[in-house]
């Protein structure tokens, strides 16, 4: 395919793919996470774990802002748009397919005749409510510290310019809690029972809160971070890095991804991030449960566009099918294929839990890309 | 589609197809409906079956030992026109291509109008004049209709049905159950470039070129390429879906697992960028004016040299082998050296966020 450019050399991939074997000790295993949806989507767009040596395995954590989502909240939106015909629920094409409570997700509430749209940004959304200024519209966030500015700044627009017909129905969340969440678990926290030996760094999430965050798991739990590029190569490099940290025993934080990546990031985005909300005292995590000071929500001074405040919504916990190991997964204690509903009950098509929900998670990613690797005749064809 | 008009020349205004709109009567089956038809689909269709003017068309038996083949397609794009096309040249296309595809010779289209009040009758015109050209230059003439209209809100501007019937001749087996281990894997050509026309354009997305829909009728190319290789085993347009999605019907089809090479796949270079930026992958992207075509490895490199030779197949490639897998898998060999499969799509291909 033509769009093979510097960053997804297959020759240099090669290259790479050796110095990683030689680097790699025969004598022990190696587990990084990567900890966001857009690095399982390259491993698993491109193949990457094919790349590498058998001892060195990738987890997939849980950086997935669709799959993370917990039901509850996506009920929320749902509620509204049905009880109320004079609302449009705005949300990014991701959201519209999470199934949600009583068989539905966005998509379908929608074919049930409630308004819902799907947008490419914050500020799409803001238009539309200055388009129709009849209709509530309401903009339901989700997203890591990537898509929390633009929500932003919209947000600071709409109160400026007085649009009473718009508000966020907010469910941004933070990444280095969630990290925390996992390093604090208590299979990880008992050393030696998980192997999780350092993580791949987001890439643009660092591109806002810079790379300085990271520096406490480092210091703290002792496992390296390297920061990393969403490009395959970007990923093989960083996994080099992690495995020469692991074998000269550094935990460090470490920038594969300086080309975007500083150590105090984008201090603007920062400055407006934090003028319009504040942490949430916990949050639900799909997969993760409760996570102490995990998310966001409005602050005050912008309570009138508050979807939750503006129109009184509750947060009703929906928990995943009790088989699901999810939780597991995302700590990297078990794989997808350990699940007994992978593939049977739980499918793309038919999520019981929050791994399955997007390509990007876990689950989805190993059925979609991946599952021709369980089965012996075929993972042994070669051409 | 009745074509006999009530109405006395010279004593009625002529349409307005500049600056009028459909309205309700123009399905009501009275005058207003009657000059419709006969002012612009008859005008612009015009053939001897459909200038009969009868409801239905009464077409000649095709020849002793052909078999008959039929197929419809409903067409609701959005939006109407695109670069590239619009509307009414692809459903024309999409109905000569569903017959081509299993090696028929496409002979007669129906089309069905179905019209919401309130839309221009010019853009309808255009459509019109479209499709009526689209189906002149395939060769395969309009030879009866229909025409409804529906209250505003309750359409979408202009939906459009074509049934074709076309001619098979006899002893000729192509479909999708045909592919056997061994055999090749052909594309004629760029991937996803209708998609990505459509969805530029309904994103109204800035990208710096244009990309424009593939759109065409196969026919021609397939006719030659049966010419060349009359015993392809499976010719499919990857449409809806795109590649990814034909493949995976065929591999089910068949029983068969495929192994494709990523490296090998053609795709635009634009479509390739708008892809990335929107978080789509071109394989699952449509496409009008494509085929897949599977036939003996031995055939594979006559066969695309027939493609290649034809304006509509220049940029014809082998893209990868089908293989014995009962589990239907279809695998590809990324370029950047690693392995995946592509899976059938769940649900509708929507942009990545984040
Ligand atoms: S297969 Fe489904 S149920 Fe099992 S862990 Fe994955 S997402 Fe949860």
Known sequence: MKYVDEFRDGALAAKLAEAIAREADPGRRYAFMEFCGGHTHAISRYGVTDLLPANVRMIHGPGCPVCVLPIGRIDMAIRLALARPDVTICTYGDCLRVPASDGLSLLKAKARGADIRMVYSAADALALAQKMPDREV?????????????????????????????????????TPSAILTILESPEVRELGTVPLDGFIGPAHVSTIIGSRPYAFFAEEYRKPVVIAGFEPLDVMQAIRMLIRQVNEGRAEVENEFTRAVTPDGNLKAQAIVSEVFEPRRSFEWRGLREVPYSALRIRGPFAAWDAEAKFGLEFVSVPDNRACECGAILRGVKTPTDCKLFGTVCTPENPMGSCMVSSEGACAAHYNYGRFRDVPVVAGMTR | MSLASPVKKGYVRPLDLKHGRVDMGHGAGGRAMAQLISELFAAAFANEHLDRGDDVAVLPAPAPGDRLVVATDAHVVSPLFFPGGDIGCLSVHGTVNDLAVMGARPLYLAASFILEEGFPLAELARIVQSMAHASREAGVPVVTGDTKVVEQGKGDGVFITTTGVGALPAGREIGGANARPGDAILVSGTLGDHGMAIMAQRESLAFDSEIASDTAALHGLVAAMLEAVPTIRVLRDPTRGGLATTLNEIATQSGVGMDLDEAAIPVHPQVAAACELLGLDPLYVANEGKLIAICAAEDAERLLATMRAHPLGQRAARIGTVTADPNAFVQIRTAFGGRRMVDWLSGEQLPRIC
């Open chain 1, 138 to 174: 309401v903009f339901f966030a989700i997203g890591f510290e990537t898509t929390t500015p633009p929500t932003a700044l919209v947000l600071r627009q709409a109160q400026a310019l007085g649009h009473a017909n718009f508000s966020v129905l907010c469910n941004h969340v933070l």
